[in-house]
């Protein structure tokens, strides 16, 4: 918590002890002990020597989304190979930001947050994302399917196997 500092006592100045600082410094508030005054040897407590008027200070940044594009045109979450797609799933299946960062550990914390937040405020857009790419996953189904029918998988591969092993 940083702390402006504003010197007051009782004549307006302060013991010749105590070091000038600027009006504008900022501190970390932090236990004091008590400051000995050489001059009058007198033991004074940093309330009796500077009146402190707590400010939080707040820097306001813009934070870029941590979401970016792949090569295929996947979103990735933060540094990671988790998909928008995951995480908004997870989200709208009940889980907490927490513990979508412990089912996919290489997600961070903050990062699962900021992602939950674009998702409420884009709500619309996001859908549409990811309807396309759910429409994408099917169509590469079908196509695999096609090309591999997965009618009669087993047979053919046990027939294989058992190939392999009499040859």
Known sequence: MLVDV?????HGRLPPCVPELKPSLSLQLQFCPPIICPESNEGLLPSKLVNLVVL???????EPTPLKLNE?????VGKTRVTLDTVVAAF???ATAEEIVEQY?????????SVIGYY????????????????????????NERRFNPIG?????????DHQRQG
């Not at 504003?6 to 009782?10: L, T, V, W």
């Not at 295929?72 to 990735?76: F, P, W």
């Not at 405020?121 to 859908?127: A, I, M």
Request: charged share 30%; net charge positive.
């Open 105 to 113: 550990p290489s997600l961070q914390l903050a990062d699962v947050y």
């Open 153 to 161: 998988i087993r047979d053919r591969l046990m027939a294989r196997l």
């Open 56 to 62: 939080m200070t707040l820097t306001i940044v813009a």
């Open 120 to 143: 409420l405020r884009r709500k619309t857009e996001v859908d549409a994302y990811l309807k396309i790419r759910q429409e994408r996953a099917a169509q590469v189904r079908q196509e």
């Open 92 to 94: 709208l299946e009940g």
């Open 6 to 10: 504003e010197r007051h006592s009782m």
């Open 72 to 76: 295929d045109g996947v979103v990735l």
